[in-house]
């Protein structure tokens, strides 16, 4: 962190990533913070949450605390980041916990993530903590895993945007531990928290989760490395594989988007993988002829895939297959994601169907046909996830 901060125009971003709530990724991070203070940094507190956990509490002793912001909603004060206060403070090091938090309503930015993107284009530097359920392309997976919907998400392109990852791993059973002596939750919420969220087989699936975002996190810096001619010596570009194409067909009447865009997110691999979202408007779809609830649908979708990073593409033509086929062949696309049809298969079978042309035109590309409905909200089973 040190070195990086010499020279830099724009602040580094450090995470502390973890599986779940009580791991220690807030006391790794401020004894990080600490460390950084004796080295003569100038480090703030610019949001830190302890949740009364007397361990973490230990670990601010010394370092300054930039005051909270009082806001005022429904009639109830709540507390958020001065990100004004801290930017005008100037540190060089700002801890700012929970990232994947929402601002109350009436904040400047929506997500604490965008609060520290706003720092790091200030120039100062950045630890935070992060739980791995909270990544946006993980969260299909995840519902499966742990029937928990996690609501609040930050897309992946802030982990990716990370100078440094840190995963601040415990085993499942040292973490129910830490549950049963208190050092988590209060006391009333623990044996629902074990029995729900913080099951062995959840906790195990998002151990295996957290360490597999770390493990691409380095691939992904050892292929940086190799295109910008350092390291040459250690590794061999004949060591790092490309990166995938991905390209996902949007539509209008959009089937199971939002799980098409995330597998696509997954599936392009890193934050330096090209994978596009791709748009067919045709005549009939034209701004004065298209649905409203069709509109709405399909510009949620695309503000989602910008989100997670995808360069969105809209195309014209009257027939769709055609156009996707040239696109894939004039980019070197190798995978492409389409939602299962909603369409009846009598017409498909009589009109053929986009996905059976494409396939046709585009022989050598990959191709992802995801369920045509969403999954279901699970409600959340004990403990915070």
């Given at each position: 962190m040190l070195d990086g901060m010499r020279g830099a125009r724009q602040g580094r971003l450090k995470i502390f990533l973890g599986m779940a709530a009580g791991v220690g990724k807030t006391v790794a991070m401020l004894r990080d913070a600490q460390h950084l203070r004796d080295e003569g940094v100038d480090v703030v507190c610019g949001y830190v949450e302890t949740h009364g956990r007397a361990e973490t509490d230990a670990e601010l002793t010394g370092l300054e605390m930039v005051p909270r912001r009082t806001i005022i909603y429904r009639g109830v004060p709540l507390e958020e980041m001065d990100v004004d206060a801290v930017l005008a403070r100037r540190p060089d090091i700002a801890v700012v916990d929970e990232l994947a938090h929402t601002n109350v309503p009436?904040?400047?930015?929506?997500k604490?993530?965008?609060?520290?993107?706003?720092?790091?284009?200030?120039?100062?530097?950045?630890?935070?903590?992060?739980?791995?359920?909270?990544?946006?392309?993980?969260?299909?997976?995840v519902l499966r895993a742990t029937g928990v919907?996690?609501?609040?998400?930050?897309?992946?392109?802030?982990?990716?945007?990370?100078?440094?990852?840190?995963?601040?791993?415990?085993?499942?059973?040292?973490?129910?531990?830490?549950?049963?002596?208190?050092?988590?939750?209060?006391?009333?919420?623990?044996?629902?928290?074990?029995?729900?969220f913080f099951r062995t087989d959840n906790?195990?699936?998002?151990?295996?989760?957290a360490l597999r975002e770390v493990a691409n996190s380095v691939e992904q810096r050892a292929r940086d490395r190799v295109r910008a001619g350092r390291d040459e010596d250690r590794i061999g570009p004949h060591e790092v594989a490309d990166a995938e194409r991905v390209l996902v067909s949007l539509s209008s009447s959009p089937s199971a988007a939002r799980r098409m865009l995330r597998q696509g997110a997954r599936l392009a691999g890193g934050p330096n993988s090209r994978w596009f979202v791709?748009?067919?408007?045709?005549?009939?779809?034209?701004?004065?002829?298209?649905?409203?609830?069709?509109?709405?649908?399909?510009?949620?979708g695309l503000s989602l895939a910008r989100e997670l990073g995808a360069d969105v593409v809209r195309?014209?033509?009257?027939?769709?297959?055609?156009?996707?086929?040239?696109?894939?062949?004039?980019?070197?696309?190798?995978h492409a994601i389409f939602g299962r049809s909603r369409r009846?298969?009598?017409?498909?079978?009589?009109?053929?169907?986009?996905?059976?042309?494409?396939?046709?035109?585009?022989?050598?590309?990959?191709?992802?046909?995801?369920?045509?409905?969403?999954?279901?909200?699970?409600?959340?089973?004990?403990?915070d996830p």
């Open positions: 009436g904040s400047a930015r929506t604490r993530c965008e609060d520290v993107e706003a720092l790091l284009a200030a120039g100062i530097g950045v630890l935070s903590a992060l739980n791995v359920q909270h990544l946006e392309s993980l969260h299909d997976l919907d996690v609501r609040e998400r930050v897309p992946d392109r802030v982990l990716h945007r990370a100078d440094e990852v840190v995963v601040v791993d415990l085993a499942p059973e040292d973490l129910q531990e830490r549950l049963r002596a208190g050092r988590v939750y209060p006391a009333a919420r623990v044996e629902r928290a074990l029995q729900g906790l195990v699936a998002l151990r295996q989760l791709v748009y067919v408007r045709t005549p009939g779809e034209s701004p004065e002829r298209i649905a409203t609830p069709a509109l709405r649908s399909l510009t949620d195309l014209e033509g009257t027939d769709v297959a055609e156009a996707l086929a040239r696109f894939a062949k004039e980019r070197g696309i190798t009846p298969a009598w017409r498909d079978r009589l009109r053929g169907s986009v996905l059976d042309r494409f396939m046709r035109l585009a022989p050598d590309v990959d191709v992802v046909v995801v369920g045509a409905h969403e999954d279901p909200v699970a409600a959340t089973k004990g403990g």
